[in-house]
């Protein structure tokens, strides 16, 4: 069986510190020699591409566009495929600050972050603050959604907006719209009506603009080479017992669709081009320990 990821030996995690983390993705800037194409150019999205054609970074500019539009910060989310048994690659984007990528993810709450839950129905922005994320919610997860919150809201996260697009590549792609007020009053939805046009321009084309830019063009993931969760060490291991997604996820409270989440994050992390390749990476690197 694994072992308990919260009692790992510090030299099992100090061999595996050449995966240096690297989970903020300011600058985010494009090579000189690559064009900022997405075809058509809406009204919104120009400050953005005008900094791409310029060589700057592009991260203030899309604070500026998120601000007009009436928010405080953007997280993007992208998986380059939502089939059950595909190996996918995990590309992140947001304009917060690192330490709240990194407490993020050294906290797996991927694993309840409610704007997940809340835009998994939907395909337009549907709001959400404190009281709709407790209420949408699992039951034994409440106290770890507590926390999320808690924290999220030291980062100016504390309602918004969140949507999944649906696009012909089959891929999985996650739009957030933070708001640092409290709650998703009338106030935020009489800007959402007013905006809700931009917004849903902003969340397409941005996605288009970072698939023909960044991931079609070869462009490795920003995750790629950051330091593994001990959450994802503990699902390597559990798959190099030959445990599907499905076995896994009741041993870990988790959806199998988080699990494979975790698994396809720590295959982009090492540059592993299956599960395979990515315990004998992880063994290798004595990480986990492959059972005889």
């Not at 099992?12 to 993705?25: A, L, P, T």
């Not at 989440?261 to 599960?275: E, I, P, V, W």
């Amino acid at each position: 069986m694994p072992s308990d990821s919260s009692k790992m030996a510090p030299s099992r995690i100090e061999k595996f510190q050449y995966f240096e983390r690297k989970m903020s993705i300011t600058p985010l800037e494009l090579d000189p020699s690559q064009r900022p194409d997405i075809g058509f150019r809406p009204t919104i999205m120009e400050p953005m591409l005008c900094a791409a054609e310029e060589g700057r970074d592009l991260v203030p500019a899309l604070r500026a566009i998120v601000s007009k539009l009436g928010f405080d910060s953007f997280m993007y989310g992208l998986s380059t495929t939502t089939l059950p048994r595909r190996d996918a690659l995990i590309y992140f984007f947001a304009t917060q600050p690192r330490e709240w990528s990194l407490r993020y993810e050294g906290k797996n709450y991927i694993e309840v972050d409610p704007r997940i839950a809340i835009a998994m129905r939907s395909s337009s922005p549907v709001p959400w603050d404190q009281e709709i994320a407790l209420a949408a919610g699992r039951p034994q997860h409440q106290q770890r959604l507590r926390d999320f919150l808690a924290d999220a809201a030291r980062f100016g996260i504390r309602s918004g907006v969140a949507w999944i697009l649906r696009n012909p590549h089959n891929h999985g792609v996650l739009v957030a719209l933070n708001s640092s007020r409290p709650v998703f009053d009338a106030h935020q939805q009489t800007i959402l009506a007013r905006n809700i046009g931009d917004i849903l321009t902003f969340g397409t084309y941005f996605h288009e603009f970072f698939m023909r830019n960044f991931v079609d063009t070869g462009i490795p993931s920003r995750l790629r080479g950051a330091a593994l969760s001990a959450r994802e060490v503990s699902v390597i291991e559990f798959v190099a017992c030959g445990l599907t997604a499905e076995d896994i996820a009741p041993k870990l409270g988790i959806s199998a669709r988080t699990v494979r989440f975790h698994m396809d994050s720590a295959r982009t992390k090492m540059g592993a081009l299956n599960r395979e390749e990515a315990v004998a990476i992880a063994a290798r690197a004595g990480l986990i320990n492959i059972p005889p």
